[in-house]
Every structure is written in structure tokens, then in C-alpha cells.
């Protein structure tokens, strides 16, 4: 099975409002990172966080990441209708594998 | 820079036939991905390369699939003969070590393909 679960599975929020998406994961993780998706396009990087990181920022951006818990969260804060993608995590083993987990598909209303 | 380079950017055939994907990735970029991208999932790792040694391919099926990186640079990956099940979208990737962002996966915009 896949290593990155993220939910929820869809998202639709007006344009201003802030956007939280979860990701769990099962084992150990050197980093985790997050990319966006827009339709019929390639992945884009958007942030990565270490395994010894708890917090971070990146522009409109926040990460989080409890490897407690091996839960992350990703937050758009003052969302726009540009934000309207797929956003995906990945996590990534010391041996640099990389495994994405199915994605949350963001809808911004404008 | 330029990106991660991919063609075609669609392909339709008939099951059982075969088809040919191509990648040039980002010039200095020791590490090469081959991602299946099965609509309304997450990107499933097929191949990885180091230089143009094979990294991991437990995920490929190899079967039907093959894949070759035999100068360290561009690649191909074969399928032969394709079935129903591998429409998909099929994303190259490329990443560097030795760059600040050495983590980094830097995608080309894939190739659709669509098997009847």
C-alpha cells in the first residue's frame, strides 16, 4: 500500500478562506514533501520538511510535521483560484525512495 | 534551466500493441524517476537510475515494461505489448545531489497514454 494517505480526498472553499490538508504515513521518513498537480500537468515541488523539523513556512505555506503521530499537514493560507489543483505528499526513506500518496484535490470558488 | 523534457505528450494505441516514451532530464542530474499516473490517484514509482544504474524497479512490471538509461542521460520506457490497465499518465522525473536542492524532484509534464 501506499506510504502517504492524504486527506480529505476533496476540498471546495471560497477564495480568501484557508485550506488544510492532512497526510499519514506508515514508516520511517528522512523527509516528507509536499507538490502540487494543476490539471493535465506535471508535479511542481512546493515545500520539504526533515524529519527533525516540526514547522515550516514557505509564502502562503505552512507545513507541519509530527512524526509522533507520522501525520503532516499542509496550509494555504488566503487562498487563491490559481491554488485549484491536486496536492500531493510524498515521503522519502533514507534510501531516497519516494512515495507519493493519492492526493487532495483543491477546488477555490472564487 | 531548462526542464525535464518529455515526448510525446499523447499517445493512443491498440491493446497489445507496443509504445515507446522518452525523457531528457534536467542537464547534471545524476537521479532519473518513471512515475504510472492512473487518473484520480498519486503517482506510482515504476523505475529509479542512478547515473545509469537501476536503483529500484520492484515496482516495475517487468513483464510487459522495460526501461534503458544507457549514456548516464536521456531514457525510454517500453511497453510491449500494452494492455487496457496502463492508460495512464506516465511522468519523468529528475533530481541532483549535488545541488542545494538535492532533494528535489523536478517533473516534465508526462505523456498521456490512452490504450483501446
Known amino acids: 500500500s501506499q506510504q502517504g494517505e492524504e486527506d480529505p480526498q476533496a476540498l471546495s472553499i471560497q477564495e480568501g478562506e484557508n485550506a488544510t490538508m492532512n497526510c499519514s504515513y506508515k514508516t520511517s521518513i528522512n523527509n516528507l514533501q509536499w507538490y502540487r498537480q494543476n490539471s493535465g500537468r506535471g508535479l511542481v515541488h512546493l515545500i520539504l520538511?526533515?524529519?527533525?523539523?516540526r514547522e515550516k513556512h514557505s509564502g502562503r505555506l505552512r507545513v507541519t510535521l509530527d512524526t509522533s503521530k507520522k501525520s503532516s499537514s499542509l496550509l494555504i493560507t488566503a487562498s487563491r483560484a490559481a491554488d485549484t489543483a491536486s496536492y500531493f505528499c510524498?515521503?522519502?526513506?533514507?534510501?531516497?525512495?519516494?512515495?507519493f500518496g493519492p492526493g487532495t484535490r483543491l477546488s477555490v470558488l472564487p | 534551466e531548462a526542464g525535464v523534457a518529455q515526448s510525446p505528450r499523447y499517445k493512443i494505441i491498440e491493446k497489445r500493441q507496443s509504445v515507446a516514451f522518452w525523457c531528457n532530464p534536467i542537464s547534471g542530474h545524476a537521479t532519473l524517476y518513471w512515475y504510472q499516473q492512473i487518473l484520480g490517484q498519486g503517482p506510482k514509482l515504476l523505475i529509479q537510475f542512478q547515473n545509469n544504474g537501476v536503483v529500484d524497479d520492484s515496482q516495475l512490471p517487468k513483464d510487459r515494461f522495460s526501461a534503458e538509461r544507457l549514456k548516464g542521460v536521456d531514457s525510454t520506457l517500453k511497453i510491449q505489448p500494452a494492455k487496457l490497465e496502463d492508460s495512464a499518465v506516465y511522468l519523468c522525473?529528475?533530481?541532483?545531489?549535488?545541488?542545494?536542492?538535492?532533494?528535489?524532484?523536478?517533473f516534465g509534464p508526462g505523456t498521456r497514454l490512452t490504450v483501446l
Open positions: 520538511i526533515r524529519s527533525n523539523e
Open positions: 522525473a529528475s533530481s541532483s545531489r549535488t545541488s542545494g536542492r538535492y532533494n528535489e524532484q523536478f
Open positions: 510524498a515521503t522519502v526513506n533514507y534510501g531516497q525512495n519516494f512515495v
